[in-house]
């Protein structure tokens, strides 16, 4: 059964004036390696309770969403998309009308377990765990290094239908990215007959320019928070060097001094942190150098990333997951790519390949880690990725995956799996769900039963970990890549928030 929303009702939950206040009694491990008398060390796993308070603020502000790349297919696709919803837009397919929706999603299309009802499982919308921004809602804008309208831009992109193009063209011809900050050094050199749109000076002036582009914006709009996402080409690594950016002061310094070695990513995400707005890194690049992650947390301002997962990785991170928890043993995943939108063209670049290699390549490493049994330290399977650039398929991603595995006596297991992604319109509600989640998250204080005040989470927002391939997390976190994990940790919040108990799918009541 499926039902639209609900109330929690219980003495660890008050719905205040304002807010929703919740107890949450955090059941953990501590494990201990110590000396037993006459059995020498031995690890000890001992089980403990830690009492959590949650505030969360009711009040729904209204939003703004800023995209560095809005004119890029992820960027117009999303806006069109949102403006399809609001309006109510259906068109023709060459198989039925469509109507417009927000399949993808997982905080307006996937539902949560609330418990059961004469013997049936209840169901509801993700979205009805706490109060969240209707997507309808936001006001979009950004910045692009091209100045083509996002009309021109959905028809240059060839994502959406022709007939909703169409309807979709006189809300969005007006609409003009602002300049851009655009670097050819970090980006591949097929770009540059795009860049007609351009953030002109020193590194410093264009910062200065981002932070007023944000300033006006807000105002402009009248909105109360605006969230930053960066969905922009991949750029490449940027050297992370003592002196330059491995600490905030030389990092300020840096760019006072104009040097040539931080990336566009970097300047918007310093805008952000120093204008204290969430910033999201949407591509694979090392955008959150040392002293940028020191200057988040040191300002309590929001930064996620990195790289949307999507596709091939998503899958990836469920099927590894799946084939190292039955205990069979990985030991080659070959991972082919071709796409022919302007990211694989920019991704046709040896430099901005590697960035994307990185992200795409660590993210089965933590499953691997979780078995000794049939990993021996240090031991990893041989992980390959190719993305070739072929223009003729445009934004229809062709994803080819071949994974080996070891399995009783000696045996192997070969899985071979296809997936056409259609890339923005997978990516484009990973971008809706994340400024969504950053959001929230701003609206959230907790504080420990040891703690005095209410806090924030961390700045560094692992909480976005789900929907990105190279999760970002704060120094000494352990980072986790598997798909079931990521998502419960993220529903378990919220449904600490409300005083539910964390989904542990036991269901004793019918054992």
Request: with cysteine; aromatic share 8%.
């Amino acid at each position: 059964m499926f039902i639209e929303n609900f109330k929690v009702e219980s003495p660890n939950v008050e719905y205040r004036d304002g807010e929703i206040h919740s107890v949450y009694n955090y059941q953990t491990t501590e494990l201990v390696h110590e000396n037993r008398k006459g059995f020498g060390y031995q690890w000890t796993v001992k089980p403990k309770s830690v009492k959590y308070e949650f505030r969360t603020q009711t009040h729904v502000p209204k939003l703004g969403v800023m995209l560095v790349g809005w004119g890029g297919n992820n960027g117009c696709t999303l806006t069109g998309g949102v403006i399809a919803n609001r309006e109510g837009i259906s068109w023709a397919t060459k198989d039925k009308i469509q109507q417009a929706n927000y399949f993808g999603s997982l905080t307006q299309a996937s539902s949560i377990r609330v418990g059961s009802f004469n013997g049936e499982e209840i169901y509801a919308p993700f979205k009805s765990l706490l109060p969240m921004v209707n997507p309808d809602d936001i006001v979009f804008g950004g910045w692009d290094i091209s100045n083509m309208n996002l009309a021109d831009a959905m028809t240059r992109a060839r994502v959406l239908d022709i007939d909703l193009q169409k309807q979709l063209r006189p809300y969005m011809e007006h609409m003009v990215p602002l300049p851009g900050i655009y670097d050819p050094d970090f980006i591949a050199a097929n770009q540059d007959s795009r860049a007609n749109h351009i953030i002109k000076g020193t590194k410093k002036e264009q910062v200065d320019q981002v932070i007023k582009d944000i300033r006006e914006f807000k105002k402009k709009n009248k909105v109360e928070k605006v969230v930053v996402l960066w969905t922009g080409n991949t750029e490449r690594y940027s050297n992370v060097v003592v002196g330059l950016n491995d600490t905030i002061e030389n990092l300020l310094a840096a760019v006072e001094r104009d040097e040539s070695e931080i990336s566009p990513s970097t300047l918007y995400a310093l805008a952000c942190v120093l204008e204290q707005v969430p910033f999201i890194n949407g591509s694979p690049q090392n955008t959150f150098v040392p002293g940028l992650i020191d200057l988040a947390i040191k300002n309590n301002s929001l930064i996620g990333g990195d790289d949307f997962k999507s596709g091939q990785t998503k899958i990836k991170s469920v099927l590894v997951d799946f084939l190292v928890g039955a205990g069979i043993k990985p030991t080659s995943i070959v991972s082919y790519n071709h796409l022919g939108n302007n990211d694989g063209m920019n991704l046709s670049a040896p430099q901005t390949f590697r960035s994307k290699e990185i992200s795409k390549s660590n993210v089965v490493d933590d499953m691997v880690a979780s078995n000794g049994i049939l990993f021996e330290p240090g031991e990893h399977p041989d992980h390959v990725v190719v993305i070739k650039y072929v223009p003729y398929v445009g934004d229809s991603k062709r994803a080819m995956d071949e994974y080996t595995s070891e399995i009783f006596m000696g045996g192997t297991n070969t899985i071979v799996m296809h997936n056409t992604c259609e890339d923005s319109l997978l990516a484009a509600p990973i971008i809706l769900d994340l400024v969504l989640l950053a959001e929230l998250s701003t609206r959230i204080q907790l504080k420990g039963e040891d703690e005095d005040k209410f806090h924030s989470f961390h700045p560094v927002a692992t909480i976005l970990s789900y929907l990105t391939k190279a999760p970002l997390v704060p120094p000494g976190t352990p980072v986790v890549n598997a798909l079931s994990k990521q998502r419960a940790m993220l529903e378990n919040i919220m449904r600490a928030c409300v005083g539910l108990a964390p989904e542990n799918n036991m269901i004793l009541e019918y054992k």
